[in-house]
């Protein structure tokens, strides 16, 4: 996951699995609000389909397609490219452990947006590589992209430094001499 140059305009991207929890109906909420204002902006999903009792119907996510508010992509074996096309990434879940997805968009250099709730937070640092917003809360998930998108060089700023932080806590090298020195080796 390397550094990509970031588009040319504000864009936004959500990965997960289809399901309640990871905050999916907050995303597309917070997507209302910021296309009355931006309309032009350019929203995405990528997540395979959960057929349990938290999975979002397919027919609910096609209606948001329908309705212009997102590029829903499913499933995907490779994200990468996915994270290439985004500015900012969202995963405005309810409760993770260190989000895989999130250490991938910053080591990409893409600003965040998630939910301050443990392990979501853990790799974020508020307003410098990203936005921590309330859990369940879709208006402040809105302010946080608004913010973003109304400013070019924080999203740059924000990206540039989610991959120094990812490279300094989060990189195969500096997770190994942690658990090195905790080991007393």
Request: aromatic share 6%; proline share 5%; hydrophobic share 35%.
């Amino acid at each position: 996951y390397n550094v990509r140059p970031l588009p040319s305009q504000p864009s936004f991207l959500l990965i997960a699995r289809m399901i309640n929890n990871k905050g999916i109906r907050e995303y597309v909420e917070a997507i209302r609000k910021v296309k009355k204002n931006y309309p032009k902006v350019k929203f995405s999903m990528v997540g395979g389909i959960e057929e349990n009792i938290d999975g979002i119907d397919p027919q609910e996510i096609q209606s948001w397609v329908l309705e212009g508010l997102v590029d829903y992509k499913g499933a995907l074996p490779d994200v990468r490219q996915e994270i290439e096309d985004c500015s900012v990434y969202v995963l405005p879940s309810y409760r993770e452990g260190t989000p895989r997805s999130v250490l991938e968009a910053m080591s990409m250099g893409r600003a965040i947006i998630t939910a301050d709730v443990p392990g979501c937070r853990d790799p974020v640092i508020h307003g410098v590589t990203g936005f921590l917003v309330q859990s369940k809360d879709s208006s402040d998930l809105a302010n946080a992209m608004e913010r973003l998108i109304e400013d070019e060089k924080l999203r740059t700023t924000m990206g540039q430094k989610s991959r120094e932080y990812a490279v300094k806590r989060y990189s195969d090298d500096s997770v190994v001499a942690e658990i090195i020195a905790e080991l007393g080796i």
